[in-house]
């Protein structure tokens, strides 16, 4: 599996970003993807998931009611609309897929990228 992230860059507070993943050689076992994002001298943490079947979706608190997860399964690409954006969703951002639902990225084998969105006050 490939994932290609790409998406990110500079916006002022209170703006809207759409990121994209973009996947190749997805199998059967494939059952959910997510974004996390990283920022500097922190933890890789969840933000947003969906199952890529059924599109069953799950977020961070933090960004819930300003983020929305969707995937396109034709385009085999999966969203992350960022709404409202704060100075404190600055981050790397990446998309993972894995083979069952979960929010910690130690249970993802396949990562894309990272793409950097910086959101200024």
């Known amino acids: 599996v490939q994932l290609q992230a790409s998406g990110g860059g500079l916006v002022q507070a209170g703006g809207s970003l759409r990121l994209s993943c973009a996947a190749s050689g997805l199998t059967a076992s494939t059952y959910y993807t997510g974004w996390f994002r990283q920022a500097p001298g922190k933890e890789r943490d969840f933000v947003a998931g969906i199952t890529w079947k059924f599109g069953s979706t799950n977020y961070a608190n933090s960004v819930k009611g300003r983020f929305t997860v969707s995937r396109d399964n034709a385009k085999n690409t999966m969203y992350l609309q960022m709404n409202s954006l704060r100075p404190e969703d600055t981050a790397v951002y990446y998309c993972?897929?894995?083979?069952?639902?979960?929010?910690?990225?130690?249970?993802?084998?396949?990562w894309g990228q990272g793409t950097l969105v910086t959101v200024s006050s």
């Open positions: 993972a897929a894995g083979s069952y639902w979960s929010t910690d990225s130690n249970d993802y084998a396949n």
